[in-house]
Structure formats: C-alpha cells, structure tokens
C-alpha cells in the first residue's frame, strides 16, 4: 500500500472542542460538498459514506430521533469516535457542510485543490455526531 505525505493543517483549522454546530437536516442525509456545482452520489450502496470527486454524502439519524452535531477539525481529538471512511475530493476553495436542499451549515476556508477528507462518528450505521477532518495536499 501506497502512503501518501499531506501538508500540516491549515492555519484556519481549530482542534476539535468537543462542541460541535446542533444540525437538523429534513432527511438523514448530509452532504460535504468541495464546489457549487457538485455531483452528489447516486446511491450509498449499504455503506454509511459515499462519494464522488466533490462530494460526499454522510447517512446520519433521523432528526425525529435526535440532532446531528457536525464540525469541521483538525485531527480527531477524542478516542469514543469511529473512523467511517476517508476520501480525496476536490476543492473550489471553500469546503462546506450542507443538507439534500443545498443550505449550507458550516464552512471552511482552503486553497483550491485536492483535499484528504476523513468522517468520524459516534455510529457506523447511523451517526448523530460527525467530525470531518481535512488536510489539504
């Protein structure tokens, strides 16, 4: 297997506090999407992560069973958290959080490119806490 070296985090990027942004989206579906016109994926094919080359689609709780609480992150801070997939997605310059009606709950800041995005959840079926860790390349 192939290593791959990534750049340090981004001067913007904050460690992990353990408060992370309270989201209901309409559906248990949240998207990470890298630029505005992105290509969702067509199906999750039993997985709880998915992606395309900009964008990548997180099953998470029904919000009638409880909020989801997602954040962006340097590192994964906290040792409870589950690694649920890592993927590369490509960049306009601006990495966003949003739910299936494209509103948009939190966002990052970097330099267009590729990306190194990592999912954490407290699940790996169905997560009501997500911790996106990005490095940039």
């Known amino acids: 297997m192939r290593t791959r070296a990534f750049a340090q985090p981004a001067a913007w990027m904050r460690q992990y506090s353990g408060v992370a942004p309270m989201i209901e989206p309409p559906n248990s579906v949240l998207l990470v999407v890298g630029r505005e016109e992105f290509t969702p994926p067509a199906t999750f094919g039993g997985r709880s992560c998915v992606a395309t080359n900009d964008c990548v689609a997180i099953g998470v709780m029904s919000v009638d069973d409880a909020p989801t609480f997602a954040s962006f992150?340097?590192?994964?801070?906290r040792a409870d958290l589950i690694r649920l997939a890592e993927f590369t997605i490509e960049t306009e310059g601006t990495v966003s959080i949003r739910d299936v009606?494209?509103?948009?709950?939190?966002?990052?800041?970097l330099d267009p490119g590729s990306v190194l995005l990592t999912v954490w959840g407290d699940d790996e079926i169905e997560p009501c806490e997500i911790l996106l860790e990005v490095r940039q390349y």
Request: aromatic fraction near 14%; proline fraction near 0%.
């Open 73 to 77: 992150a340097a590192a994964a801070a």
């Open 101 to 109: 009606y494209n509103r948009e709950y939190e966002a990052i800041g």
